[in-house]
């Protein structure tokens, strides 16, 4: 058998493609290194768990901070500033603000006239020449053949004038002053020698001011805001109340802002939940028997941490935990309406309860506020402290966590040094077998080549050997007679 051997080129390693010594040298050199690349696959799959665990502790991490941000808003002395708050009974008639402290109580407003502007209406012609317009003293300089538009443009884009234009058609400008309120007898002075506006006054309307009553005592105002008949109040007249009776006007006590308090509670206990359910399904989740896929190997990486399970149960003790220095009766978030649950109606707890999920009891939270703003404030604010004390201890870039993560980091760093020394060790190795297996090849070829050669040689001469023997005859004996 004639055996061909590859050759090893530059960087690459010699390759056998004949087998002279009819084993098959490629599947030997496969197996032999399998068995070395052994160690290689379990580091590269204990790199692969760790970094699935690392992926969940940053996870966690980011979960647990934001969530220490969000109990931070609950102790924010801004969440509870006082504000005053003003309703009216009727805001289509009367609407009610403030924007600074008002005086408290109910106030009975009745509007029986609206302020409104005083009104000149005019028949329009274009100017066949320019001319100049004046209105209060105010001139205006009108191009021949201006249209009606052009006019109002003209009046509407000057800041010191005194009125405001309209036109309903195109021969009809209407004039009204730019205020509201009593204008009495002398208004809109118009001056045109061109003829250009002609009045038809018995369109002509005086400015007038609102006319109401605030618990029975008559007040005026030039506007339809009304800032001085109520302390502290800016009332909006919009309409007449005449027949429909009186608008309450209700000015609360100076109090925290009730569901700004309850919306900034209801997002950290939806925020709570989801960040405690995340810890929890990890916390459960157990590592596959024989895992194989990455998935398989990522999962079940922080089954039954222990400090995790410690951030959990110092988490939910901290909603029923007593707040040092307060009343017994306000002292925790139970006492204002946030817990875990009641019991369900066999008596056993729910199973939101079992998993520390919290609960909002909203109307025992506004109860809370209204009663007692100040404990409820101390409650949120002391506990705040106290819990994200906790949550920081792990989630801050300085926190137990972030040292865990480091600490992985650094173990992939190494397991990927000794992967790449190992796998090194192993192309080595292989270069070195297949050069052992390559030289065997050879030799044994050579061998094979000499045993042919022989053979050959071998049947040469025991051919010439038998070729001598048979052409030999035996010697020929002559007798002479004797008469020789």
Same mark, same amino acid.
């Given at each position: 058998?004639?055996?061909?051997?590859?050759?090893?080129?530059?960087?690459?390693?010699?390759?056998?493609?004949?087998?002279?010594?009819?084993?098959?040298?490629?599947?030997?050199?496969?197996?032999?290194?399998?068995?070395?690349?052994?160690?290689?696959?379990?580091?590269?799959?204990?790199?692969?768990?760790?970094?699935?665990?690392?992926?969940?502790?940053?996870?966690?991490?980011?979960?647990?901070?934001?969530?220490?941000?969000?109990?931070?808003?609950?102790?924010?002395?801004?969440?509870?500033?006082?504000?005053?708050?003003?309703?009216?009974?009727?805001?289509?008639?009367?609407?009610?603000?403030?924007?600074?402290?008002?005086?408290?109580?109910?106030?009975?407003?009745?509007?029986?006239?609206?302020?409104?502007?005083?009104?000149?209406?005019?028949?329009?012609?274009?100017?066949?020449?320019?001319?100049?317009?004046?209105?209060?003293?105010?001139?205006?300089?009108?191009?021949?053949?201006?249209?009606?538009?052009?006019?109002?443009?003209?009046?509407?884009?000057?800041?010191?004038?005194?009125?405001?234009?309209?036109?309903?058609?195109?021969?009809?400008?209407?004039?009204?002053?730019?205020?509201?309120?009593?204008?009495?007898?002398?208004?809109?002075?118009?001056?045109?020698?061109?003829?250009?506006?002609?009045?038809?006054?018995?369109?002509?309307?005086?400015?007038?001011?609102?006319?109401?009553?605030?618990?029975?005592?008559?007040?005026?105002?030039?506007?339809?805001?009304?800032?001085?008949?109520? =302390?502290?109040?800016?009332? %909006? &007249?919009?309409?007449?109340?005449? +027949?429909? *009776?009186?608008? $309450?006007?209700?000015?609360? /006590?100076?109090?925290?802002?009730?569901?700004?308090?309850?919306?900034?509670?209801?997002?950290?206990?939806?925020?709570?939940?989801?960040?405690?359910?995340?810890?929890?399904?990890?916390?459960?989740?157990?590592?596959?028997?024989?895992?194989?896929?990455?998935?398989?190997?990522?999962?079940?990486?922080?089954?039954?941490?222990?400090?995790?399970?410690?951030?959990?149960?110092?988490?939910?003790?901290?909603?029923?935990?007593?707040?040092?220095?307060? =009343?017994?009766?306000?002292? %925790? &978030?139970?006492?204002?309406?946030? +817990?875990? *649950?009641?019991? $369900?109606?066999?008596?056993? /707890?729910?199973?939101?309860?079992?998993?520390?999920?919290?609960?909002?009891?909203?109307?025992?939270?506004?109860?809370?506020?209204?009663?007692?703003?100040?404990?409820?404030?101390?409650?949120?604010?002391?506990?705040?402290?106290?819990?994200?004390?906790?949550?920081?201890?792990?989630?801050?870039?300085?926190?137990?966590?972030?040292?865990?993560?480091?600490?992985?980091?650094?173990?992939?760093?190494?397991?990927?040094?000794?992967?790449?020394?190992?796998?090194?060790?192993?192309?080595?190795?292989?270069?070195?077998?297949?050069?052992?297996?390559?030289?065997?090849?050879?030799?044994?070829?050579?061998?094979?080549?000499?045993?042919?050669?022989?053979?050959?040689?071998?049947?040469?001469?025991?051919?010439?050997?038998?070729?001598?023997?048979?052409?030999?005859?035996?010697?020929?004996?002559?007798?002479?007679?004797?008469?020789?």
């Amino acid at each position: 058998m004639t055996a061909s051997v590859g050759s090893a080129t530059a960087g690459a390693p010699l390759t056998v493609s004949g087998l002279a010594s009819g084993l098959n040298t490629s599947q030997i050199i496969s197996s032999l290194l399998a068995i070395e690349r052994e160690p290689v696959t379990r580091l590269s799959n204990q790199q692969t768990t760790i970094e699935g665990e690392q992926a969940q502790l940053r996870s966690i991490q980011s979960s647990l901070t934001q969530l220490s941000f969000t109990a931070q808003e609950l102790g924010s002395p801004v969440l509870f500033k006082t504000e005053q708050t003003v309703s009216s009974s009727n805001p289509v008639q009367i609407g009610a603000t403030t924007s600074t402290g008002a005086a408290i109580g109910g106030y009975e407003v009745e509007v029986t006239q609206l302020a409104n502007a005083a009104q000149r209406t005019f028949a329009f012609k274009s100017p066949a020449a320019a001319e100049t317009l004046t209105i209060d003293g105010q001139e205006f300089e009108v191009p021949a053949g201006a249209s009606i538009q052009t006019l109002v443009s003209k009046i509407n884009s000057d800041p010191k004038a005194t009125v405001y234009a309209a036109a309903t058609n195109d021969e009809t400008l209407v004039l009204s002053t730019r205020a509201t309120g009593a204008t009495g007898p002398g208004y809109i002075a118009v001056s045109d020698g061109g003829g250009m506006l002609v009045e038809d006054g018995a369109l002509a309307k005086e400015g007038r001011n609102a006319e109401l009553t605030v618990d029975g005592v008559p007040a005026s105002s030039t506007s339809n805001t009304v800032t001085d008949a109520i =302390p502290g109040v800016s009332l %909006s &007249l919009k309409a007449l109340t005449t +027949g429909s *009776g009186p608008v $309450t006007i209700v000015v609360e /006590p100076p109090a925290p802002n009730k569901s700004a308090i309850v919306s900034q509670v209801q997002s950290f206990v939806s925020l709570y939940n989801t960040t405690v359910s995340a810890i929890e399904k990890q916390l459960s989740t157990k590592p596959p028997s024989d895992p194989v896929t990455t998935a398989e190997l990522q999962t079940g990486t922080l089954f039954g941490d222990p400090e995790l399970e410690g951030v959990l149960n110092g988490m939910r003790q901290g909603i029923y935990q007593p707040q040092s220095g307060l =009343p017994l009766e306000m002292s %925790s &978030l139970a006492d204002i309406g946030i +817990g875990t *649950g009641a019991a $369900t109606g066999s008596g056993a /707890p729910a199973q939101s309860a079992i998993e520390g999920q919290l609960k909002l009891n909203t109307a025992e939270l506004e109860s809370a506020i209204e009663s007692n703003p100040a404990g409820v404030e101390q409650v949120l604010r002391q506990w705040s402290t106290g819990f994200q004390t906790l949550v920081n201890a792990e989630a801050l870039p300085s926190g137990n966590l972030e040292v865990r993560i480091g600490g992985d980091s650094t173990q992939l760093t190494e397991l990927t040094q000794r992967i790449g020394a190992m796998n090194e060790a192993i192309a080595l190795r292989q270069r070195t077998l297949e050069a052992q297996f390559a030289a065997m090849e050879a030799a044994v070829s050579r061998n094979q080549s000499q045993s042919s050669y022989l053979a050959a040689e071998l049947a040469s001469l025991n051919g010439e050997s038998s070729s001598s023997s048979s052409s030999a005859s035996p010697s020929s004996v002559v007798s002479s007679s004797s008469g020789g």
